[in-house]
């Protein structure tokens, strides 16, 4: 650019000697074509902007193409994938298919195995409910039976608490008994009177000694003494039966007269203890009895005189009448 300046410049300085109208004409046509220059190099350096544009885009548009090259190689990649896959996914889907028809088939099956099972419990229900019914009829009579129940039992505790009342009262009118016995007797030895409870009774034993002599059902006059202060006492007791035993020993009786034996003796001073009991006693006779019972209750074996003594006995037992008691457990 520079050097064609120069050739331009020196032609001007050529054309110097020539006329003012073809410098003239000269230079108009230098301003023309240093004006297209300028316009040209405007052009030129447009142009080279323009170049340099491309040759950016080029670049740009050549590692596109490679990033393009790069994406198309793995799209090919992932196509062969997606087709292994796709076949794959086929596979899974035929078993899956034939899975599932499996299982509906199964289901089916399984289906109608509960339903037959649904029917048969419901089968079982109905007897069950049946059952329940009459369970439950039986719980409601159980019911009404416990409650029956429940009230003769309740009836039952008061006759019990009543019983044991009249018990009570029995066993302390007894206790009360013996003492006043005691007391009123408390002028005899133990060896003559003794008084005892055993049984639920009173067992009041008078030897033979100081009741009768050696075969004789004739009482002497201690003896009478003993068991009329014996019946001051027993004459107010309405509560007892008053029962008079008379015992021998194991020797034969020999005498003669109206005794045959030891049974006749054993009854005939059982008889006479209770006529002095009624007669001097005041004892209502309807409340006593008398009984022989001869040798056969002895307290020990008869062996030694000692042992025959002590069984050669009147006893008064005294017994509580038992009609109120009886009464309470007779009571519905």
Request: overall charge neutral; aromatic content about 6%; some cysteine.
């Amino acid at each position: 650019m520079k050097n064609t300046l120069y050739l331009f410049l020196g032609l001007i300085w050529l054309s110097s000697c020539v006329t003012a109208k073809k410098y003239n004409e000269l230079n108009a046509l230098s301003d023309k074509y240093f004006s297209e220059k300028i316009d040209l190099e405007n052009k030129f350096e447009k142009k080279v902007s323009e170049l340099e544009d491309c040759l950016t885009r080029d670049k740009a548009l050549k590692e596109e193409i490679k990033s393009l090259k790069i994406d198309m190689a793995k799209l090919s990649l992932s196509k062969d994938q997606l087709a292994k896959l796709l076949d794959e996914y086929k596979i899974l889907n035929d078993e899956l298919f034939a899975s599932k028809k499996n299982l509906l088939d199964e289901a089916n099956s399984n289906q109608k195995m509960l339903a037959d099972k649904l029917a048969l419990k419901e089968k079982e229900l109905d007897g069950i409910s049946a059952e329940q019914a009459a369970l439950d009829a039986q719980l409601k009579a159980r019911m009404e039976e416990l409650n029956l129940m429940e009230k003769e039992n309740k009836a039952q505790s008061a006759r019990i608490a009543e019983l044991e009342s009249r018990l009570k009262e029995k066993d302390a009118a007894l206790q009360n008994l013996k003492t006043t016995i005691a007391q009123a007797l408390k002028g005899f030895s133990s060896e003559e009177i003794t008084v005892e409870e055993k049984n639920g009774s009173l067992y009041v034993s008078l030897s033979e000694k100081l009741l009768f002599s050696s075969g004789s059902f004739t009482i002497d006059a201690k003896g009478a003494d003993a068991i009329s202060k014996l019946g001051q006492v027993l004459k107010g007791q309405e509560d007892f039966t008053i029962v008079v035993e008379g015992h021998t020993d194991n020797v034969p009786y020999n005498g003669t007269g109206v005794i045959k034996d030891n049974w006749d003796l054993s009854a005939k001073r059982a008889t006479s203890v209770v006529r002095i009991l009624t007669n001097e006693g005041g004892v209502a006779p309807k409340n006593v009895s008398a009984s022989g019972r001869g040798e056969y209750l002895p307290l020990n074996k008869n062996t030694t005189n000692e042992e025959k003594a002590i069984n050669r006995r009147t006893e008064i037992v005294l017994s509580p009448k038992l009609d109120k008691i009886m009464n309470i457990l007779n009571k519905e």
